[in-house]
Every structure is written in structure tokens, then in C-alpha cells.
């Protein structure tokens, strides 16, 4: 046998091993390229499937796709190019009917159909509190209030000052651009305020609604593009980020505790079934929220965080479900978060809403400037309170999101998940009050 041969069948073997381990996120190229070309098949047949595993697939296929397209282009990954193109571009694909229909269709379906983001925050949320220091979070969650509250009114008189002065109105800029940006997303956000404007103003809701969605969306991409310097910012002048934390400084005990508890996390070995049972309890938690809704009207995100809060501060949560906690927020980060930000932008953000208020230079500089503030405000209020800087203008941020789905897609685009539970507070509770106010305010008007 020809030495030289098999050196060279031998080099070539060494190549394609190397190419197909390549990975995309976290999976070999080998792998990714058998699954594009079962799907492609299924897809030319027109005997794809519309269930749970055809919408995962999709998700998988395209939202990692398009993440790793983010994560390639200069300057634009260091400002959350990963999950603005794992999120808009496929809108954008839809748009143009570059994706197939079976594909768009199942996942719609998935997404509409099981309500997957709840189970999502749901996870993300039980298992970030379970996994936390418990003096850290008793003192984190008080003290974030503070930013939230001024950002949130300084936003809103910077954004109708704006308004103003670009001869929109004061009444116009708050109530079409500066509420929606503020009011917790689209299913408790815009969707209630178009409801509450068209009770009050006697108007057909959908019009209402479509006249609000773009700013929500457009405020949400900019504080997404916001997260995203504000980590690279993080990285560059360390002594602003937390890495995660929230807290600068306090009680050297607890910020001791803090440390220990976070290199403890790091040693961890997973087990399954911790991270069950952690799961297990999510679930739990957030059906007790339905029936809290139910009752007294309060959404049953903030019931179930606002429960596994407290049981965290009251020292009742198992250390086999802390550690269980800790598992299941990182298996969910890691292997959730891209697929889900593709069906947000397939089934819950129509790129021709974005355009109509990008391609208004008013509008757009009003979200523009309404998100900075909430953003600056954020900053330097939190260092104000000896927290991290990068980490309470990220919270605070949330604010001006889409709901439960902006908090992941910013919090994704600053590599801050765990920063989710205080994001939530910002959303729901902030979201919730500036709903109210608004409708209060146009009653009053009208």
C-alpha cells in the first residue's frame, strides 16, 4: 500500500472531522447540516410536520442560523447583533416570504398554541431565586425599586418634552409612544392599553392596538442594542459590571456570602433529578398564579415571582431545589433562549409594524431618546445606591421592552439572564402601573 495515499486519505479524514466539528452555538456543524437536510426534505415532500418537534426543529434550524450570523458581524455583535438577528431577521424572512409556510406554520402553532414563553420566564425566574444568595436578594430586590420608580419618570418627561418639541404633541407623544414603550410588552402592555383607549375613546381596538405594537417593538430593539453596549462596556471598564450581581457594595457578610455562594454554583454537579423537581415547582408556582389572577387580577408571572421570593427570604426552599435551580437556569439559557427569541420573532413581531415607525423620523427619535433616559437614569441612580452600574441600567431597561419576551431578548443581548427576576419587576409591576395611569389620565382627559 502507497505510504503517501494514506497519509492523504488519512489528512483528508483529519480535515472533515475538524470542519464537522465545527460548532454553531453549541452543536457540531455535522450535526446541524443533517438536520437542515432532513428538513429541507420534509419540507420539499410537503409532509412536514406542525407539531412540537417540527416547530422545535425550525426554531433550532433558524434561530441558531441566524444567532451565529449576529455573533460574526464586526462592532454589530458587540451591541446584541446575536439576538437582534435571532429575533428580527426572521421576522424580516417571514415578511419576504423567504421562509416556507409549513415552516412559519408550525412554528405559529407552537408558539400560540402552548404558550411556551410562560414556561420559559416560569423556569428562568423559579430557578434564578432558588439559586440565589438569600441576604443578597432580600437587599437587591428593595433597593431596585428606587431606579425603576425616577428612571421611569424621568423617561416620561423627557420623552413628551421631546414630543413637544418635534410638534407632536404632549398628548399624542405620551399616550402613543411614551405609555406603550413603558407598559410591560404587548399581551399586558399594548393589548390592555389599546383595550382601556378604545373603551374610553370609543374607537376599534385593533386600530388602536396597531397604532401603539411599533413603538413596544421599536423600544424594546433599542434597549436590546442598549444591553448589548452596555456588556461590552461591562467588559472594558470592569469596575462598573457585577458580572451578573446587582450589588456593589453593603454589608461585607452578605457580599462575602455572595461570592462564596457564586463559586459554590460553579462547583454544582447537575443532576437531573434536582433539577426536576426545581422544574416541578415552576410549574407549580405558576398555576398558582392563574388561580391568583383569577381572583384578584394580579398577572400570574408577578404572583409566581413574588412567591418564590418570598419563600427564598423566609429560608423554606430546599437545598436540593437550590442546587436543582441552578441546573435548570443553565440548561435553559443555554439551550432555550436562541430557539425561543426565533418564534418571538415569527409568531409575535411583524417587521411591517417596525418599519412604519422607523421610517418616522419623529417617532423614532422620541423611543430613542424616551429609552436613553430610562437607560442613563438607571446608571446613575443604581451607583447612586452602591450597585453595579452596567447591571441596574440593564434592569431598568427592561422597562422600556416587550414584555417577557424583551426582558429575555435584553437581558440575552447583555449575557445578564440572571438578572431576570428584577427584570420581571420592572415589566410587570412597572408595566402594570403605567397601564393604569394612562387609562386614568385619558378618562380624565376625555
Not at 183 to 195: D, H, K, T
Request: aromatic share 8%; glycine share 10%.
Amino acid at each position: 500500500m502507497d505510504i503517501s495515499n494514506v497519509e492523504k486519505n488519512t489528512s483528508q479524514t483529519s480535515m472533515l472531522k475538524k470542519v464537522l466539528g465545527y460548532k454553531i452555538a453549541f452543536m457540531p456543524l455535522g450535526v446541524y447540516g443533517i438536520l437542515l437536510l432532513i428538513v429541507t426534505g420534509l419540507l420539499q415532500k410537503q409532509i412536514f410536520p406542525k407539531d412540537m418537534i417540527g416547530a422545535a426543529a425550525i426554531m433550532v434550524l433558524y434561530g441558531y442560523g441566524c444567532a451565529e450570523i449576529g455573533q460574526r458581524i464586526p462592532i454589530f455583535k458587540n451591541i446584541g447583533g446575536k439576538v437582534i438577528m435571532a429575533t428580527f431577521l426572521p421576522s424580516y424572512l417571514l415578511y419576504a416570504h423567504l421562509i416556507p409556510k409549513q415552516a412559519s406554520d408550525a412554528v405559529i402553532t407552537f408558539m400560540k398554541g402552548t404558550n411556551f414563553l410562560y414556561v420559559f420566564i416560569a423556569c428562568i425566574i423559579v430557578g434564578s431565586i432558588c439559586s440565589m444568595n438569600r441576604q443578597v436578594l432580600i437587599k437587591a430586590f428593595f433597593k431596585m425599586f428606587v431606579p425603576l420608580i425616577i428612571s421611569a419618570v424621568a423617561a416620561t418627561v423627557v420623552g413628551v418634552g421631546v414630543g413637544m418639541i418635534l410638534g407632536i404633541g404632549a398628548y399624542k407623544t405620551y399616550f402613543f409612544i411614551v405609555a406603550p414603550i413603558m407598559a410591560g410588552g404587548v399581551g399586558e402592555g399594548a393589548l390592555p392599553l389599546s383595550m382601556g383607549y378604545a373603551a374610553v375613546l370609543g374607537q376599534e381596538q385593533d386600530a388602536l392596538f396597531a397604532s401603539v405594537l411599533p413603538c413596544v417593538m421599536l423600544g424594546s430593539l433599542t434597549a436590546i442594542i442598549y444591553a448589548g453596549v452596555l456588556k461590552r462596556i461591562g467588559e472594558k471598564y470592569p469596575e462598573y459590571s457585577g458580572n451578573g450581581a446587582l450589588l456593589k457594595s453593603g454589608d461585607d457578610d452578605v457580599l462575602e456570602a455572595a461570592k462564596a455562594g457564586n463559586k459554590a454554583k460553579g462547583e454544582i454537579k447537575i443532576d437531573i433529578s434536582k433539577m426536576a423537581a426545581t422544574g416541578v415547582l415552576a410549574f407549580a408556582l405558576y398555576l398558582l398564579g392563574v388561580y391568583v389572577n383569577s381572583l384578584i387580577g394580579l398577572p400570574a408571572p408577578i404572583v409566581m415571582l413574588l412567591s418564590v421570593v418570598i419563600a427564598k427570604a423566609a429560608g423554606v426552599i430546599p437545598s436540593n431545589i437550590e442546587q436543582g435551580g441552578y441546573a435548570l437556569f443553565k440548561f435553559i439559557t443555554t439551550a432555550v433562549t436562541v430557539p425561543l427569541l426565533l418564534g418571538v420573532g415569527i409568531a409575535n413581531t411583524p417587521w411591517e409594524n417596525l418599519v412604519a415607525v422607523i421610517t418616522n423620523p419623529k417617532y423614532l427619535i422620541v423611543i430613542v431618546c424616551t429609552v436613553t433616559t430610562v437607560v442613563v437614569t438607571g446608571w446613575f441612580v443604581g451607583k447612586a445606591m452602591k450597585m453595579y452600574p452596567v447591571e441596574a441600567a440593564m434592569v431598568t431597561s427592561c422597562n422600556s421592552g416587550q414584555g417577557g419576551t424583551g426582558d429575555i431578548a435584553i437581558l440575552t443581548s447583555g449575557n445578564r439572564l440572571e438578572l431576570l427576576p428584577f427584570a420581571q419587576v420592572a415589566t410587570r409591576l412597572g408595566g402594570a402601573a403605567t397601564v393604569t395611569l394612562a387609562i386614568s389620565l385619558l378618562r380624565m382627559l376625555n
